[in-house]
Every structure is written in C-alpha cells, then in structure tokens.
C-alpha cells in the first residue's frame, strides 16, 4: 500500500525545504502545492508557490503536481477562458518542473466543485487533460460525490482520484469530533471501490479551529498563521486527527483493502514550524499500522537549585492538566518559584507543582518543558511523582 504525502505550503521557506528533504526518505512521493487559483469576480488569477527547485530536484524520486482552485460556481465550459486559464496553467507548472530536473509522475487538481455542478468540472477536467503530457492526471473527490450520477462520468476524464475523508464539521453540534471518523471512511471507502476505478485516500494528521455562530453554521477554519477576526458570539472548538483510530484504520488495510485502492496520502507532512499537526514520531507508528507510544516523565537538571521539566519521551503529542510532586529528605528547602501556567505549594519535606486550570499544557514527542525550581540549604535529591489527573 503506497503512502504519500502533500506539502502544501505555498512558501518556501527554510523550513519547508527541510521538510522537503525529510519526507522524501519517508514516504512513496511528496506532493507538492504548485500554486492556488483565486477569482477575482468571474476572472482567475495564479497565487504560485516559491516552490525551491533546487531542493526538489536533488530527490531521486518522482513527485506530484497539485493545483488548488478556489470555489467557483460557474459557468462551466471546455473552451472559455477559465478552462484554458487552468491548463496553461497546470502546464507552466509542469514545464517549471521539467525546466529543473524534476520528473513529475502526477498532476493533481483540488477543487471542492458543488455537488451538482461535477458535469461542469469535467468540461474543465477535459480541456486539461487534452493538453497535459506525459504526467497522469488525478483530482480529489469529497465522499458526498459518491452519491451523484455524475461522478462516474467525471472519473473518465482523469486517470485516477484521492477520496478526501476528512474535514471540519459543518455544524459545531459535537465538540467530540474528530477531521476523520474512522467508519465513515471506511464506509466511503467501500463504496468508492463499487465504482472500480483506481482512488488513494487522503487522512488528516493537523488541528484546526472552526468557528461556528449561535446556530451552529460554521463561519470559517483556522489553521496556523494569522488567524481569523470572528465575530462576537462566535464558538470556537478545536477538531484533531485521532492517531490511534487512524492507525487502526491503516492497519486493517495493511491486510484488507479494496483491489483498486492504492494507497494513502497523509495531508500533511511534518514541519518544524507548523504548530497543529503531527511531528515525525506520531505519523511514523500511524504509518505502520500501530498506536504512537505513550511516555511523559519529569526529570530534573542542575544540583542546586533543582530545575524541574517535563519531557515527552513517547511519540505521540500530550496534553497536561496534573501536577507534579517533588518529595526529599534530610534537606530544608529555602526557595522555590514555578514557570508561568502553574501554582506552586510546599510543605516541609514537598513542593507540589499544579497546572493551571485551564492551562492544558501541549508536549510535542521530544520536547522539554519546564515546571519550575527548588533550592535546598544542601544538596538534595527530590523523588518525583507525575499525576496527570485534573486538581
């Protein structure tokens, strides 16, 4: 089962390129952003990627094209200036590609075309495919599509397509959710096979915000970066990726799946500087089919005073709402002080470190966090006790 993976960032900074070239030895193929079209009215302009050619070629793997396309409802036709727009379009990328060394095996188009409007998006999907050479042609499908009579018809104008499974709610009835329920996607996945045509599936491994009115409709999504202004009144509730539910997914169709589905494609690869979303550890045991370890410890550094931490040992993220007990003997403790997010209470022969409430505290796999510090009038060895019950 190949297992790829998109880089969708449309900024190339030095973090990206690091991301670049530790995915590339991770996964079957990077698919990279190659720019967003937006419209300007019934016009469309390019917002191109900065993509580092030279970072992409020094890869020994082929990789993939994609295109995102902004909403539109039309009209749709195989011959106006839209539809010729995204083909030079699609081919300027591709030719960029070529122009550094790059060989591309597949081009992607994103749009989430309307429900009913999928006759009108392959009009597009034919133009392209008419002009697009040698790269194999893929778009990504939402699972609503499944239920229209159209869709058959729009999968004969690409060669092969990515089920996205995931999303934010529409509706914030259920702060529970998840981006991914785990058997509606298999559901979806099931009947997507009924149509044998050759389909990966996309699953989430971020977090997001989404914000919802006094009626529940959602108002709109924050990712990282600048976030968004909502308006008075407006709820927010934070939706994840369940790594242990995806990873159970994953290993059922290590060993059953549909004949013609390929694979996945994680959206989206780890980076340093993307705060919501997995790191390496986490996607590595999800990508094997098993549950990201668990392992938070508190350690200690230094002799006198005593610097305190918490460390994320396991490999998937953790959340910390406990407090940390520091015990001794034989010692009087003169100081102590905690870090911002915590209260700090002793006794004679204890200090106990509480996270404040409401302070959840995100640990990263392989990140340390401070706690605080005690100092003795001699050296000491404080035993420690992590309780990550709420107080």
Same mark, same amino acid.
């Given at each position: ?60 793997k082929?990789?993939a ?5 902004a ?49 009108g998006?392959?009009a ?11 790269a ?62 050759r389909?990966?599936?996309?699953? &989430? @491994?971020? !977090? ?5 009115d006094?009626?529940?409709?959602? %108002?709109? /999504?924050?990712?990282? +970066?600048?976030?968004p ?14 790594a ?8 059922d ?27 390496? &550890? @986490?996607? !590595? ?6 549950e990201?370890?668990?392992? %938070?410890? /508190?350690g200690?550094? +230094?002799?006198?005073?005593v ?40 006794t ?44």
């Amino acid at each position: 089962m190949t297992q790829r993976g998109y880089l969708w960032q449309r900024d190339w900074t030095q973090s990206v390129a690091e991301a670049f070239k530790e995915a590339e030895s991770r996964v079957d193929m990077v698919v990279i952003l190659g720019g967003e079209i937006v419209w300007e009215g019934a016009t469309p302009r390019l917002i191109k990627s900065s993509i580092r050619w030279d970072v992409v070629a020094q890869t020994t793997k082929p990789i993939a094209l994609a295109l995102r396309i902004a909403p539109y409802g039309g009209p749709f036709a195989s011959d106006d200036a839209s539809a010729r727009f995204i083909a030079a379009t699609a081919n300027s990328l591709l030719a960029d590609a070529t122009g550094h060394g790059c060989k591309v095996a597949e081009f992607q188009l994103d749009f989430d075309c309307a429900q009913k409007k999928l006759a009108g998006y392959r009009a597009w999907l034919t133009t392209l495919r008419s002009t697009l050479h040698p790269a194999r042609l893929s778009i990504t499908a939402l699972p609503s599509w499944l239920e229209e009579g159209e869709f058959a018809a729009l999968l004969g104008a690409v060669d092969d397509y990515v089920l996205q499974v995931h999303s934010v709610p529409a509706h914030g009835s259920d702060p529970q959710a998840t981006l991914c329920d785990a058997p509606l996607a298999r559901r979806a996945t099931e009947k997507a096979a009924q149509l044998r045509r050759r389909f990966s599936v996309a699953l &989430p @491994t971020y !977090r997001c915000l989404g914000g919802y009115d006094a009626e529940g409709k959602l %108002l709109g /999504v924050a990712m990282d +970066g600048v976030q968004p202004s909502w308006p008075r009144g407006t709820r927010v509730l934070e939706f994840g990726s369940d790594a242990t539910e995806l990873a159970r997914l994953i290993a059922d169709w290590k060993q059953n799946r549909p004949a013609v589905m390929q694979g996945v494609v994680w959206y989206r690869l780890p980076m340093d500087s993307d705060l919501r979303n997995w790191r390496w &550890p @986490t996607l !590595r045991a999800v990508m094997d089919g098993r549950e990201p370890t668990h392992r %938070l410890d /508190v350690g200690t550094a +230094g002799e006198n005073p005593v610097d305190l931490e918490l460390i994320n040992r396991g490999e998937a993220e953790e959340r910390f709402t406990g407090s940390v007990t520091a015990h001794w003997n034989g010692a009087a403790l003169t100081a102590a002080d905690s870090v911002a997010g915590w209260t700090l209470r002793t006794t004679q022969d204890s200090a106990i470190f509480t996270a404040e409430t409401g302070q959840a505290l995100r640990l990263l796999p392989g990140e340390r966090r401070g706690i605080g510090w005690l100092r003795y009038d001699r050296r000491a060895q404080p035993e420690l006790v992590l309780d990550p019950s709420p107080r």
